[in-house]
């Protein structure tokens, strides 16, 4: 498991984040305050306050690469 801050400031900039983790196997949660989405789901994703970074928890083997394929909407 590993976390990370990401920012999606833009209609556009969610479309691509959902298109590059629906690739990715493992379980990738986003969350909000005390809200929780799969962040391979564009409403789920819309549910949440995006004026601020969300955090992003991804579990799974191959992480770091995802982290690498997402690391222009990282902010830590």
Known sequence: M??????LST?????????IVTAYTGEIDLSSGRY?????SIMGIFSLDLMNPIE?????????????????????
Do not use: C, Q, W
């Open 2 to 7: 590993k976390k990370t801050k990401i920012k």
């Open 11 to 19: 209609i556009e900039d969610v479309r691509s984040f959902v298109n």
């Open 36 to 40: 929780v989405v799969d962040a391979k």
């Open 56 to 76: 992003l928890t991804a579990h799974g083997d191959d992480v770091d690469a995802l982290f690498a394929s997402i690391e222009k909407f990282i902010v830590e």
